[in-house]
């Protein structure tokens, strides 16, 4: 039988290179034997504020709001990031490494708190080279052996693009109209396809919104969702779609509150609007 390497490097510090880590972890390697490559240092998604059950109403919604408010209030970007940390809406593998990037990556508190265990975090830039001896980054140089096995988790999920017209004669160029959702995003758009006529009319309905990268992106993203989303409440048909819709929980959960904050009586198959 073979042995285990003595060293695993994880290269990429986005939501594969998070749950590779975790893997390692969770199938008994030590801390100690993971070197993380972490290019730049991610802000990250607390998995307790998205969850859809009723029995996480409160949180979820309420963590909407607290963003909402944030947002508005907040006077620069390093103040917004500074109370949305504050607040527990966002997290940050080190206290005292400032992100320069967001992915959208969602971690639980246990999960982060299993990640800041690996104390070999090497913050030298990207990759340039990997030599028998050594790691050539951006930044510097790491020592390496034959010993070590690389797992690269570089690559994007998502291509960031420029944002382009979707419907543009025969041609549909399928991207997120709601942030960080693509599976919604597709289904939305094939919605909207199938059933508004106008080019015009399918291209307002579905506003792009290009994939994060920067911190700065969290903003713009939240803006462009409720741009997108008050266009969608106008449309009772389409308000009607979308709580139908499985892919969005949250617009079903909604639905079934009453104004006063009571859970409303269970709802058919076709939940009305309000």
């Known amino acids: 039988m073979k042995r285990p390497p003595a060293v695993y490097v994880v290269i990429g510090a986005g939501k594969t290179g998070i749950d590779a880590c975790l893997w390692l972890l969770q199938n008994q390697v030590s801390p100690d034997d ?51 940390e504050a607040t527990g809406q966002l997290l940050r593998l080190d206290t ?49 052996s034959t010993e070590r096995l690389y797992v690269d ?53 579905c506003t792009p919104i290009p994939m994060s990268d920067a911190p700065h992106d969290w903003l713009n993203m939240m803006l462009m969702n409720l741009t997108n989303q008050d266009r969608w409440r106008r449309d009772p048909q389409l308000r009607d779609w979308i709580t139908r819709s499985r892919l969005d929980r949250f617009s079903d959960l909604a639905h079934k509150v009453t104004p006063r904050g009571e859970a409303a009586p269970p709802v058919a198959s076709h939940p009305g609007t309000s």
């Open 153 to 205: 988790c570089s690559a994007s999920a998502v291509e960031r693009r420029p944002a382009t017209p979707i419907f543009t004669g025969r041609k549909i160029t399928v991207q997120m109209v709601r942030a960080l959702q693509p599976t919604f995003s597709s289904a939305f758009i094939a919605h909207i396809e199938a059933s508004i006529d106008g080019e015009a009319e399918k291209n307002e309905l």
């Open 34 to 84: 993971i070197c993380w490559i972490v290019p730049r240092d991610p802000w990250l998604q607390n998995r307790a504020n998205v969850q859809p059950g009723e029995e996480f109403f409160e949180r979820s919604f309420g963590a909407f709001a607290i963003q909402a408010e944030i947002a508005a209030a907040a006077e620069t970007i390093d103040a917004l990031f500074a109370q949305l």
């Open 96 to 144: 005292g490494v400032t992100p320069t990037m967001y992915h959208g990556a969602i971690v639980s508190l246990a999960e982060l708190d299993a990640l800041r265990q690996i104390q070999n975090v090497v913050r030298m830039g990207r990759i340039q080279r990997i030599e028998r001896d050594r790691i050539l980054l951006e930044r510097g140089t790491v020592e390496s």
